[in-house]
């Protein structure tokens, strides 16, 4: 704790070994998918080779066809070797009908594109993507720059997701949530002026910022159990509403302040033309990040070094045509 951390710097090391076997077995089940897929191709080559010797056999059988049929009236051929050509035309032409279904069946399974942009080598590329994000972010780094609050993993222990591991707060960016009575509040507005002190420098620094926002509900509203007056059988107590005041960063740089300490806060309401609310919404977060950005080049080169690893130069050339 209290340690100085950058954004994107290494906090947590998670064991990996369970990613890097799901990323092995999802690179294997690439591979398969890839090959599966290449007979897919291989096949429906196959059928359009099949429909072309189907067509000869049809243009050969009409042509034998034709020649007896000329030449039947002059008794050079009987009528039962014509009957016997036309039902070999016939035959030839469902052969010819059934291996154009065949090859229709096959394409419309291989698709227009080649073997690495069919949808099933695409989904199972998309696995082994999603693995190797699992493996990377094994790696826990730090959202944004700031200081170790708590810590409260330790060396060895096992992790549930969503399990908090460490707060890291970034010092300039800390707001004071000032709790005001509600017979304060009829005056105060968004942007109105405000300084305060702390009793961790006492009154000789005092930090200056605006109003944010006016919270729309009191403490005891949002509490774990809130009152219940609904009988009216209650004590009146005057009831404190939390306001939202942003302060200057350079002053918090030069005087950093700590979560929970005790603040006196004053706001000049002298100018209440604001508004209690916010008007519109913010343009823009309160806070980004990049720390999660992962450079995806390397798994898209390996992806693409599985897929031609399992696909043989000859079909990678039939699927392209």
Request: proline fraction near 4%; charged fraction near 25%; avoid cysteine.
């Amino acid at each position: 704790e209290t340690d100085l951390v950058y954004a994107g710097q290494e906090l947590v090391r998670l064991d990996a070994t369970d990613a890097r076997i799901a990323l092995a077995d999802a690179e294997q089940q690439l591979a398969r998918t890839v090959r599966q897929t290449r007979t897919v191709f291989d096949n429906r080559d196959q059928l359009a080779a099949v429909v072309g010797q189907r067509r000869a056999d049809l243009d050969r059988a009409l042509a034998d066809y034709d020649r007896r049929k000329d030449v039947v009236a002059t008794g050079a051929v009987s009528s039962e070797e014509l009957g016997h050509a036309r039902d070999a035309l016939s035959a030839a032409r469902d052969a010819l009908r059934a291996a154009d279904k065949n090859l229709a069946a096959s394409a419309a399974l291989a698709g227009r594109s080649g073997v690495a942009d069919h949808p099933d080598v695409q989904a199972a590329a998309t696995e082994v993507e999603r693995a190797w994000l699992a493996l990377q972010r094994t790696s826990v780094r730090a959202p944004v720059t700031g200081y170790v609050a708590r810590r409260s993993v330790q060396l060895g222990e096992r992790i549930a997701p969503g399990a908090p591991l460490m707060a890291i707060v970034p010092p300039e960016r800390l707001r004071v949530d000032a709790n005001f009575k509600e017979v304060q509040l009829k005056h105060m507005r968004i942007g109105q002026p405000a300084s305060l002190t702390a009793d961790l420098y006492g009154g000789r620094v005092e930090f200056h910022g605006r109003v944010e926002g006016l919270g729309l509900g009191t403490g005891a509203a949002f509490a774990l159990l809130p009152a219940q007056n609904a009988t009216g059988n209650w004590i009146k107590v005057v009831q404190r509403v939390p306001v939202r005041i942003a302060l200057d960063r350079r002053e918090l740089a030069a005087h950093p302040l700590r979560i929970g300490l005790s603040t006196r806060v004053a706001v000049d309401v002298r100018d209440d033309s604001g508004a209690q609310l916010a008007q519109r919404p913010r343009p823009e977060p309160v806070l980004t990040t990049r720390a999660y950005d992962i450079d995806r080049r390397e798994i898209a080169t390996r992806i693409a070094q599985i897929i031609r690893e399992n696909t043989p130069e000859s079909s990678a050339q039939s699927s392209l045509r």
